[in-house]
């Protein structure tokens, strides 16, 4: 796991880039880096890679895009922002399962999480080598929501705190959260509730009783 890692901001005449550089050794297998590289993916950020004296610069592409934690610095969110955010993020992670790329490599954090300002739509930086649990990083993100939503909005309300305790369920999967999203909008978020079974890692299992 990287524990130190600096983050600068470049550009030139047509792109911004946000440049992150780790102090460890990278250990992940080029795979990863040599298809986000030539190969782009809905949902992650476009990413190359500069080494300069043996130490590794990763720059993503930001242009016309600006991170969560400063586009939300002074606004709230709505119910239907909220799933939105939360569906669009949990399809790129599951979807990377088709690219061999490795969920726990993904920053599930508020200031390298970035929002298209034209489609809104949210764009995932991926690190090889991070490697830190990602559903334990979906339940710190859920806490960070819980601070932004539009307490206003009592159905926004009850489906993040509904999303939040789910993820502090043992044995949680993304199909939990899921669930939950599907219920808020089948019901208006009233009547199911989800329990978690299990202590299955997969993100993707489905539970074994259906709420």
């Not at 939950?180 to 329990?195: A, L, R």
């Amino acid at each position: 796991m990287i524990i130190n890692m600096k983050v600068e901001f470049k550009r030139d005449l047509h792109h911004n880039f946000m440049v992150l550089s780790e102090t460890l050794n990278n250990t992940a297998e080029s795979y990863c880096i040599k298809m986000l590289t030539y190969q782009q993916v809905e949902g992650i950020l476009p990413m190359e890679i500069q080494t300069i004296n043996s130490q590794d610069f990763y720059y993503y592409e930001i242009t016309a895009k600006q991170s969560m934690n400063n586009l939300f610095d002074k606004t709230v969110l709505s119910l239907d922002r909220v799933r939105k955010i939360f569906q669009n993020l949990m399809n790129t992670i599951e979807k990377s399962y088709d690219y061999l790329l490795l969920p726990d490599d993904f920053l599930l954090v508020p200031e390298y999480v970035y929002l298209d300002i034209n489609t809104d739509l949210p764009y995932l930086c991926y690190l090889p080598g991070y490697q830190n649990n990602v559903k334990e990083q979906m339940s710190g993100f859920i806490e960070y929501i819980m601070n932004k939503v539009d307490y206003n909005d009592k159905e926004a309300v009850l489906l993040v705190y509904r999303l939040y305790a789910v993820s502090k369920e043992e044995g949680y999967t993304f199909h939990h959260l899921n669930m939950v999203i599907q219920n808020s909008i089948g019901s208006n978020s009233q009547g199911k509730t989800v329990n978690v079974q299990g202590n299955d890692e997969d993100l993707n299992q489905t539970p074994d009783q259906t709420p």
